[in-house]
């Protein structure tokens, strides 16, 4: 799907960043911008801004910084088009797009709005089960039972389906709406008369949100032996088990601070770990992990831990996350499993042993790269020659899943050490074999990990260089991956994380030393930013801009033109329209950094400009004169010119004219 630069332009001029970044951070206002607590990394003193004026946001912590669709890429999670589309859609803009037909794209508009429709539904059906949680004892009682505060109740939204067969009733009037069933709330039994009755009923309710926080489905369970004892909502339109991961809404923002992603599997390990320290865990839906949930993971780190229990279905569940894994282990990712005693889950293992145990565990967690070897020698003797081959035999759709680059090669090499083979012998024996595969079986997508190995995350369709503090959707920016780091005892309060007793963060990396900045690239910046300040200015300010050497000169030139042609543009706008230009990488240089933020009083703003044109002017005038007095002898004309730049740097100079 291809979308024009000029849609993007429209759009960032329709949207405003403040909204958008306000659904996510608590921004409070600081003079001309807005402040908050950096999502990207964590701190406890508010250095993320958010700028009205240049529509940007930018970390003086980090150095984090884009425009709205960045930051639902970067925070969110979303890849360029979702971003672009949830924007589009929060204005009411339709996503150009001529690969597709009138008819697709009103079928694309309706399953919008359907799944509009029924997040809302959703959404209202949590609140109610939230409210009855409060009116229930027993329900208290589990989740104080096992050790789930108040804060984490309410950060993870956790409610109670009462008993009765038809309490929804009471919070939709219409209880035959067809949304209802299309939502998964409501069981219609087609064998009674088309009798309707709550699917959820004396459970303890775990709300499924996706990375928007939206409410897409629930997980419930029973208060005691019941069966089955986790119910979830079916497949609907909003909800995909095999694309999901329960609490990723949640645990964004500790995912990025602690560096890793630790995949659980059921709600409960999520909660209860969060109490605990690990605020930063997710789990699968009932379902094997995918290559889809590794995808979506990998856009907010690029280390995962999957933990599973030590007994034989965990082992099972372990294989599986390895398939899906396998696809998206490059060079540059980290993905291990842990397994832990066949008596403990996560949430059982902390409490027994301590949050300083488990994350030793972590720590110690078995690479992909062995787990694949132990996965393809698995009941291989090894010993002799027909178990090596068996074990190879195993070992070639594993390996052939991953992506080409360096760890591919090495698990070839160690792969062929075990079969006693040469690394070249072993690579042309299996290329030989899916060679006559392929015969046999024809066509495309013969093989399931050749598919997930073609799969792509989509990306911002421009050439030009990733601004900085762009990172890719996948980028984690802190954390090692040979030993993620944890926090203990934290909670969440009032919309942060507060830390006790907390091990340090990860130290941050430094950020490089701002070269000194010249008055021409201050000038560049404070008209950059404040784009209607052009205005002000003389026919002398303009001609001296325009004709400073390049790129400055054809920057300004640029950015006068772009004023007749469209009036004053933000500085989000402004970038979109630099792409490719020869002059976007010097807009680029002085808009980044802290340096760069230019907010204050207008007035203010305004005078500094008008003090630093009047410095270039007089350094022109003084080359002028210069070049005069060394032209006086030959031009008799000279003088009287330079008496009269004399008495215009006066004038610039504040300095009053001599009385006769």
């Not at 859609?89 to 309706?110: F, H, T, Y």
């Not at 645990?251 to 602690?258: D, F, G, P, V, Y």
């Not at 040979?482 to 203990?488: A, E, L, V, Y």
């Not at 005892?489 to 430094?510: F, H, I, L, N, V």
């Amino acid at each position: 799907m291809s979308i024009p630069q000029s849609f993007i332009q429209e759009l960032l001029a329709r949207v405003d960043v403040v909204d958008i970044v306000g659904r996510y951070v608590q921004l409070k206002k600081g003079g001309a911008n807005f402040m908050g607590l950096c999502p990207f990394h964590g701190e406890k003193s508010p250095s993320f801004s958010v700028s009205p004026a240049k529509q940007f946001y930018h970390c003086f912590g980090c150095g984090k910084n884009g425009n709205a669709i960045s930051f639902l890429m970067e925070h969110a999670g979303m890849g360029f088009i979702e971003a672009v589309q949830d924007l589009a859609q929060q204005v009411g803009l339709q996503v150009p797009d001529d690969d597709i037909s009138p008819q697709e794209k009103e079928r694309a508009a309706a399953a919008r709005q359907k799944q509009a429709t029924l997040t809302d539904v959703l959404e209202k059906a949590a609140e109610a089960y939230r409210q009855q949680l409060r009116t229930s004892p027993r329900a208290v009682a589990y989740f104080k039972g096992r050790g789930v505060s108040g804060a984490v109740a309410k950060r993870y939204g956790l409610g109670y389906a009462p008993e009765g067969w038809r309490s929804l009733a009471s919070v939709f009037p219409h209880y035959d709406d067809p949304l209802l069933e299309e939502s998964g709330l409501v069981i219609v039994n087609d064998e009674d008369g088309g009798k309707r009755y709550d699917r959820f009923r004396d459970r303890v309710m775990f709300p499924i949100r996706n990375v928007k926080g939206e409410c897409i489905g629930f997980g419930g369970r029973v208060l005691g032996d019941d069966k089955p004892k986790y119910l979830n909502s079916p497949e609907t339109p909003v909800f995909h088990k095999g694309r999901e991961l329960y609490g990723l809404f949640e645990a964004r923002t500790a995912i990025r601070e602690q560096g890793y992603a630790l995949v659980t599997e059921g709600y409960m390990d999520v909660v209860a770990l969060a109490q605990l320290g690990f605020p930063n865990a997710v789990a699968t839906l009932g379902t094997a992990c995918t290559p889809e949930h590794v995808q979506k993971l990998l856009r907010f780190t690029d280390s995962v831990v999957f933990s599973f229990d030590g007994d034989t279905a965990g082992r099972r569940a372990a294989r599986k996350a390895l398939d899906g894994a396998l696809p998206h282990a490059s060079d540059t990712r980290s993905i291990k499993f842990l397994f832990l005693p066949p008596e403990h889950d996560p949430d059982s293992f902390v409490r027994a042993h301590g949050s300083d145990a488990f994350a030793r565990h972590i720590g110690d967690a078995v690479p992909l790269s062995r787990f694949l070897i132990e996965a393809a020698s698995e009941s291989c003797d090894l010993g002799t020659a027909e178990g090596r081959a068996h074990m190879a035999s195993n070992a070639r759709p594993l390996w052939s899943a991953l992506p080409e680059g360096v760890l591919r090669r090495q698990v070839l090499t160690e792969l062929a050490q075990l079969a006693q083979l040469d690394a070249h012998d072993l690579s042309d024996l299996w290329s030989k074999t899916a060679a006559q595969e392929a015969a046999r079986h024809p066509g495309p997508g013969a093989s399931a990990s050749h598919r997930h190995a073609a799969a792509q995350a989509d990306e911002p369709p421009w050439g030009a260089p990733a601004e900085p503090g762009w990172q890719s959707p996948g980028g984690g920016a802190y954390g090692s991956p040979q030993k993620p780091p944890f926090r203990k005892g934290s909670d969440w309060k009032g919309g942060s994380w507060k830390k006790k007793d907390a091990a340090p963060w990860p130290p941050q990396p430094r950020l490089p030393r701002t070269p000194t900045a010249s008055r021409a690239d201050h000038a560049a910046r404070l008209l950059l930013s404040h784009m209607a300040f052009l205005e002000d200015l003389t026919h002398d300010d303009h001609a001296a801009l325009c004709a400073l050497p390049a790129p400055h000169g054809p920057l300004f030139s640029w950015l006068e033109g772009q004023l007749h042609e469209h009036g004053p543009l933000a500085w989000a706008l402004l970038r979109e329209s630099l792409r490719g230009h020869p002059c976007e990488a010097l807009a680029l240089k002085v808009m980044t950094g802290s340096h760069a933020q230019t907010e204050g009083d207008l007035h203010e703003l305004r005078l500094e400009l008008r003090d630093l044109l009047n410095r270039m002017l007089i350094e022109d005038i003084n080359a002028q004169q210069k070049a005069l007095i060394l032209q006086a002898a030959q031009d008799p004309t000279a003088l009287e010119r330079y008496r009269a730049l004399e008495q215009r740097r006066n004038i610039l100079q504040g300095i009053a004219p001599r009385s006769a």
